[in-house]
């Protein structure tokens, strides 16, 4: 079983609909990562999360919310999807590992698609 | 903030060596990182350095020195399957007290035979 998963894995929705993306974790990390990636823009965060109480704004939060409801769930919110959100989005994961990396592991991606 | 590059497409022969470049600014350097990207996938993690000088892990080896905000990914014997996207990745101060991982746009390698 995968230790980072994303629901869903396609969406294809209209200008002006609510979405949230899901991601959940079994791997009992308290960091937590939202992610849009573009091609020729790279990985850009959107929000993360270090714990159940701590929220922050990444690079690009702009038009998205985010809940985290549980150490092992965090869920990315379109409250008004625009097509320039169309874009691969990434659920991630971290915590200190044996050798003191903060590595991060992602989730499958969930390609999301605005008309 | 941050600021990274790292060239977007680079090309190697099957069995050769070759070196991805990444340079970057930044304020509270906290770590650089590798990943590597197949088309349609998620990255996966390759290598961390926070400390001046070359960590080797196989086939793969990765640089930093932090005065010159220079890094570099050594990959050596080349196989087909190294034909990925290779991500910089540098953890920062995100200036609301805390550090936050800020991507590179990748490194797009083919391995010709």
């Known amino acids: 079983d995968a230790d980072v998963t994303q629901t869903p894995r396609n969406r294809i929705t209209k200008t002006g609909k609510r979405i949230m993306l899901e991601c959940s974790q079994t791997k009992g990390h308290d960091r937590m990562y939202w992610y849009r990636q573009d091609p020729g823009l790279g990985l850009r965060l959107i929000y993360y999360s270090f714990d159940v109480k701590d929220i922050n704004k990444g690079e690009i939060s702009d038009g998205y919310s985010v809940s985290r409801q549980a150490q092992a769930k965090f869920s990315l919110s379109l409250e008004s999807a625009i097509p320039n959100q169309t874009a691969l989005y990434f659920c991630?994961?971290?915590?200190?590992?044996?050798?003191?990396?903060?590595?991060?592991?992602f989730g499958p991606g969930t390609r999301l698609t605005v008309l | 903030g941050q600021n990274i590059d790292q060239p977007t497409e680079m090309t190697a022969t099957e069995g050769a060596i070759v070196q991805i470049n990444c340079t970057y600014q930044?304020?509270?350097?906290?770590?650089l990182f590798w990943y590597q990207q197949h088309a349609g996938e998620a990255p996966t993690f390759l290598s961390y350095?926070?400390?001046?000088g070359l960590e080797e892990k196989g086939r793969f080896s990765s640089f930093l020195s932090r005065s010159k905000g220079y890094s570099y990914l050594l990959l050596k014997e080349l196989q087909m399957k190294d034909s990925a996207s290779y991500l910089c990745a540098v953890e920062g101060d995100s200036g609301a007290g805390s550090y936050q991982l800020t991507f590179g746009k990748g490194t797009k390698l083919s391995v010709i035979p």
């Open positions: 930044t304020s509270g350097f906290n770590g």
């Open positions: 350095n926070v400390l001046d």
């Open positions: 991630a994961t971290s915590d200190l590992n044996g050798r003191g990396d903060r590595e991060q592991f």
